[in-house]
């Protein structure tokens, strides 16, 4: 659902606009809580993880190969691309939770490592403890790389995947709402319709409830409307 709308020139690039719009919208809604922000490529800068890291929001951004930047992790640390710590035998070590208090994320060696009720193969030459090799990230040495979400976990790529919710209500506006063709000039002009069919998308939500619920308010609300 849309929650807050801004007509944007199309010659600043998307990084900026992002911030600017995280910004007002933090401004406009105080009393909302942002638990995370998703967004592709274009906000893959180490300045908006810092911006984001300040104000306590998860960073979901997919990696642009073409902003690696400086690494700050300890050189020993055998990572693959995503991040993610590789054992000693070279597997992916699985991600077991986010210390806040102590700023780190817990990583684990498949061995002896329980999923869902069943138990991974064992890799060799790992920590002979049952518990298995632990390993920890701390973000703090590089925002960019070790997000608290970890990247490549199912947690990640779950979240990543709601980012297409913004380009369907996108959509929405400028094709259901013919917002795209309309024939207003000016920016104040098309940023009111815009808002229009924001409203309208809400509209359009709350009656589908009320249809599921058969509720009476819906067919009051038919019924006014043959009248």
């Known amino acids: 659902m849309p929650l807050y709308i801004r007509l944007v020139q199309a010659s600043r690039h998307?990084?900026?606009?992002?911030?600017?719009?995280l910004t007002e919208f933090r401004?406009?809604?105080?009393?909302?809580?942002i638990e995370t922000f998703i967004s592709d490529s274009a906000s893959d800068n180490y300045a908006t993880y810092e911006l984001l890291n300040h104000w306590d929001i998860n960073a979901v951004i997919a990696l642009n190969d073409k902003s690696k930047g400086n690494s700050k992790y300890?050189?020993?640390?055998?990572?693959?691309a995503n991040g993610v710590p590789l054992c000693p035998a070279g597997r992916k070590m699985l991600y077991?939770?986010?210390?806040?208090?102590?700023?780190?994320i817990k990583w684990r060696c498949p061995k002896t490592f329980v999923s869902k009720g069943s138990k991974i193969t064992p890799c060799e030459g790992c920590s002979q403890s049952p518990y298995g090799r632990?390993?920890?990230t701390k973000p703090d040495w590089d925002l960019r790389l070790f997000t608290r979400i970890p990247r490549g976990s199912d947690a990640f790529k779950s979240k990543m995947?709601?980012?297409t919710a913004s380009e369907r209500v996108n959509e929405r506006i400028k094709g259901d709402y013919d917002v795209k063709t309309t024939k207003q000039r000016?920016?104040?002009r098309i940023s009111f319709m815009a808002t229009l069919a924001a409203i309208n998308i809400h509209l359009d939500a709350q009656i589908k409830v009320l249809q599921r619920r058969e509720s009476p308010d819906y067919i009051n609300c038919i019924h006014n409307t043959a009248a």
Not at 14 to 21: L, N, R
């Open 14 to 21: 998307d990084s900026v606009s992002a911030v600017v719009a």
């Open 27 to 33: 401004e406009l809604n105080p009393d909302l809580t």
């Open 74 to 80: 300890p050189a020993s640390l055998g990572l693959d």
């Open 96 to 104: 077991n939770g986010y210390c806040k208090g102590r700023c780190r």
């Open 134 to 136: 632990v390993i920890y």
């Open 161 to 163: 995947k709601e980012r």
């Open 186 to 188: 000016g920016k104040k």
